[in-house]
């Protein structure tokens, strides 16, 4: 077997990762190396309908700065196989939580989306949304005074649906989103989030 040259996509370090068997049948490479790795906080989960998987701290704020603002759509790849191993199994519907059209078209890719892309996960587009004013521009009691944010676009079926966004702040977001599926026929809805602020 051979050795494969990649780098760490945050910090730029060599990866040499021995090419096996079992590296070749594994669904997803090395991204980033250990020590960046280490660097993300795991979120210790209390809320019964919400799990997310990292703690917002300064290397997340960073991270999520690259990727999300700084347009570096391969950073999607980071936290590929964690979201995998926590959605890989997941029975119920993914619902991601949409951009404003004129907001992806000024992005132009969705972050949300990509993150299920790269993690190779099923997902459907139910909801748009109605605003293009982004919920961190406001301040937290803005927030929670938000007007509803998102209409039905697909069809909902009586069935249980999750809901996946990037970070968690104050709950407007996916609270919006858990009413608008309710009130459109929905079941259940429950959220996953790749962070909780």
């Not at 790795?37 to 300064?58: G, I, M, S, V, W």
């Not at 991270?63 to 997941?90: G, I, P, S, T």
């Amino acid at each position: 077997m051979h050795k494969e040259n990649l780098h760490c996509l945050l910090c730029g370090t060599l990866l040499t990762e021995q090419i096996s068997w079992l590296t070749l049948i594994q669904t997803f490479p090395t991204t980033i190396c250990t020590k960046c790795e280490a660097k993300f906080e795991p979120y210790t989960n209390t809320e019964p309908d919400h799990r997310a998987l990292y703690t917002y701290n300064e290397v997340m704020k960073d991270y999520l700065h690259r990727y999300k603002f700084m347009h570096d759509v391969v950073l999607a790849k980071v936290f590929q196989k964690q979201l995998h191993n926590v959605l890989r199994n997941e029975k119920r519907m993914i619902i991601p939580i949409p951009m404003h059209p004129e907001k992806l078209v000024d992005r132009t890719f969705s972050p949300i989306d990509e993150l299920l892309i790269a993690a190779k996960l099923p997902y459907e587009h139910v909801l748009e949304k109605t605003t293009t004013t982004s919920q961190s521009t406001k301040s937290r009691e803005e927030r929670l005074n938000t007007p509803q944010l998102f209409r039905i676009k697909g069809h909902v079926k009586h069935t249980d649906y999750v809901i996946f966004d990037d970070i968690y702040t104050t709950g407007t977001t996916m609270n919006h989103a858990k009413k608008a599926l309710l009130e459109a026929g929905a079941k259940s809805v429950t959220a996953v989030t790749l962070i909780h602020g």
